[in-house]
């Protein structure tokens, strides 16, 4: 078996086992929950390629405790464990020659595809519509503080940036002033951007834009 594959089945496999741990030494030990550099060194895992396993914690022990910061709550290590999987597995499809993109200025500048540059831009404009108005009227039912339910998750809202809507929530976050004070909303929303645009030049220079 292919070195790299191993790494990743062993890396995930032991980021699985070790949050698993981190989750039933949390239980007996309320304490570790609270410690920053415990939270720092799980987050190492995903960073390493452990982005799979993490998520598979989340998925199966998040709904166990939710007093433990492994819950589905916790937007921050979602955020980080999708963005590293998809991150990881971009690498892992160049290494295994799934992607073979033409690198270069010349890639870069060659003719793209105007009917499906004019897709993406409608898309883009539609998504950032959406997104634009999902915070302002999240904005709107926290201002007025009745019926909570109303309020769209975290989760959400992130989900609409990450599929490229990134701009509309960008502008709507500080245009009524929401979800600034969240590190995750304040840095991922400027990261989404530049992601979505990597991928736009990532799929034009393996010819599918």
Do not use: Q
Not at 67 to 96: S, T
Not at 122 to 146: E, P, R
Not at 171 to 184: I, L, N, S
């Amino acid at each position: 078996m292919d070195p790299f594959l191993l790494y990743l089945i062993a890396v995930n496999a032991a980021t699985f086992v070790v949050f698993a741990i981190d989750y039933l030494l949390c239980l007996k030990f309320p304490a570790l929950d609270n410690m920053a550099a415990n939270s720092l060194i799980l987050d190492i895992f995903p960073l390493a390629g452990g982005a799979a396993g993490m998520l598979l914690a989340l998925f199966l022990l998040g709904g166990l405790g939710r007093g433990h910061r492994m819950n589905k709550d916790n937007i921050a290590w979602w955020l980080l464990a999708i963005v590293c999987l998809i991150a990881w597995g971009l690498i892992a499809a160049a290494k295994f020659g799934l992607l073979s993109p033409k690198i270069g200025i010349d890639g870069l500048l060659s003719r793209w595809d105007t009917g499906k540059l004019g897709v993406l831009a409608v898309y883009l404009a539609a998504v950032n519509i959406v997104t634009f108005i999902a915070f302002v009227w999240d904005k709107h039912v926290a201002k007025n503080g009745n019926n909570p339910s109303r309020r769209l998750p975290e989760a959400r809202l992130l989900a609409l940036c990450l599929i490229g809507g990134s701009i509309g929530g960008l502008v709507a976050m500080y245009a009524v002033r929401h979800k600034t004070a969240k590190w995750y909303f304040a840095w991922g929303l400027p990261f989404f951007i530049v992601f979505d645009a990597a991928v736009v030049i990532y799929a034009h220079l393996v010819g599918t834009i």
